[in-house]
């Protein structure tokens, strides 16, 4: 089995598809008809579709690569553009996946699309999840100043709190930009660690002086007055 990225964005079109179609894939004559198959014998070919719900709507309320999608999930295939020839799938498999419409520049997936797939909703991680995530990350950063490392649980559970409490109190209602995942914690534990890395030796203070700038780049710089 081979996986091939798909990143979707605003102006992806069935035709961004049909060039990736042509680069992993070969059309096949056989008795049944033209056939779509991985150019690998038996293997299996998964296109991952990420940001899914991206692409914007034309003047007729409209996602094309979306529709296209859903007659290639539906039917199996689709018709050739050069030549208007039913193409029938063979060992190709599409998964899609996306952030809720609600966030900025996201669009509603059409029911008649999504009546076709099965859906998994997978939520951010709550409290526990997150300190034990980043609390991993924090422990094998730290070990890089080993007068630090006892500091790696109070730092997450400071993290974590800080992170969560903003969540609560700048919500996207107040502006569209005030969106929080768990991305601003992983980009926060990366300025960290970015900073640490010259060190030979660092006091708790410094730690701390670190740990506010990074979250006064990442929180305050986005706040509108």
């Not at 109070?154 to 107040?174: C, I, K, P």
Request: aromatic fraction near 12%.
């Amino acid at each position: 089995m081979e996986v091939v990225g798909l990143n979707f964005s605003s102006a992806t079109t069935p035709e961004l598809m049909l060039k990736t179609f042509d680069q992993y894939c070969e059309y096949k004559k056989t008795p049944n008809g033209l056939v779509l198959a991985p150019v690998q014998m038996n293997k299996w070919l998964i296109f991952f579709c990420d940001e899914i719900n991206l692409p914007d709507e034309d003047r007729y309320g409209t996602q094309r690569v979306i529709s296209f999608l859903r007659q290639m999930v539906e039917h199996g295939g689709f018709y050739r553009t050069s030549d208007m020839q039913w193409t029938r799938f063979e060992r190709i498999q599409f998964v899609g996946a996306c952030n809720p419409p609600t966030d900025p520049g996201r669009k509603p997936l059409s029911h008649r699309f999504l009546r076709h797939v099965p859906l998994v909703y997978v939520d951010y991680p709550g409290e526990t999840s997150l300190k034990q995530i980043y609390g991993t990350f924090n422990r094998a950063m730290l070990r890089m100043l080993p007068a630090l490392r006892p500091q790696a649980d109070a730092l997450t559970n400071a993290m974590v709190e800080f992170y969560l409490l903003s969540q609560q109190r700048f919500t996207h209602d107040m502006q569209p930009h005030y969106i929080y995942s768990p991305r601003e914690m992983s980009r926060w534990v990366r300025g960290i660690h970015e900073a640490l890395r010259p060190l030979d030796t660092l006091s708790i203070e410094g730690l701390v002086r670190i740990w506010a700038h990074e979250a006064l780049r990442l929180f305050q710089d986005r706040f509108v007055i």
